[in-house]
């Protein structure tokens, strides 16, 4: 039988849809049907009258209606602990944890205008298919690659060579640090910040210093906003 997307427990992604460390998301050319694989190993196909509408009477530069969109997103995503390819030679943006899909959307776009290509994100991040985080986008989603992982498993196993900046309230001024062509760069949950687990892998910390001189000033910087002016920093170094 097919399960109905409300009865799943998470309150995330398309209705529910749980972040299982094993789930695999998969959608076929035509969009009309989405398989998930559970961690049992069984396999559903949830019918496209089941999943919400990816947008809501927008459209996106060079992509047209909802319809066309549709088309373009299962390319661009992967969920899987295994198989990830990555560039070695371009840079990536790993997201820990980021709840809130403005923010996701908002940083895909950036990095598509920064020239990233790969992005990382925990099995936490909210789901790339959710309506927002595309709207948000505008039409960037076809052009990043964004992948679900164990973020710890990813770093150990593909991050050894390179180094990996973390964004925090304290360490090196952006504006001293010097970025090489393949940096990765961490960008924490919104209220959190960096995993304990992620921050222990982390090689460098940077801080987005403040030339303010008033004594009262915003805590912190928005999660997008933060990346965007990181990946701008690494933008002047590639």
Not at 137 to 144: C, E, H, I, L
């Amino acid at each position: 039988s097919v399960p109905r997307l409300s009865h799943c427990p998470s309150p995330r992604g398309w209705h529910g849809m749980p972040h299982a460390p094993s789930c695999t998301y998969f959608g076929p050319d035509d969009c009309r049907s989405v398989v998930y694989r559970q961690k049992a190993g069984l396999l559903h196909t949830l019918w496209h009258r089941q999943i919400p509408p990816l947008s809501v009477r927008c459209k996106l530069p060079g992509y047209g209606t909802a319809a066309s969109v549709q088309e373009q997103i299962p390319k661009r995503c992967q969920k899987n602990q295994n198989g990830i390819s990555i560039n070695e030679n371009q840079p990536i943006v790993i997201l820990d944890d980021i709840r809130d899909p403005g923010n996701m959307g908002t940083i895909i776009r950036t990095a598509d205008w920064f020239g990233i290509r790969q992005i990382v994100c925990s099995e936490t991040t909210v789901e790339f298919y959710n309506q927002t985080v595309i709207q948000a986008t505008m039409g960037s989603f076809a052009r990043v690659n964004v992948f679900y992982t164990d973020l710890g498993k990813f770093i150990e196993c593909n991050l050894k060579n390179r180094r990996i900046w973390g964004a925090f309230l304290e360490g090196t001024p952006i504006g001293d640090v010097e970025f090489k062509e393949n940096d990765a760069v961490v960008i924490g949950n919104e209220a959190n910040g960096i995993s304990d687990s992620v921050a222990r892998m982390i090689s460098d910390k940077l801080l987005i210093d403040s030339p303010s001189k008033n004594d009262v000033k915003a805590e912190s910087l928005n999660a997008s906003i933060a990346a965007a002016i990181i990946m701008y920093e690494m933008s002047r170094h590639r």
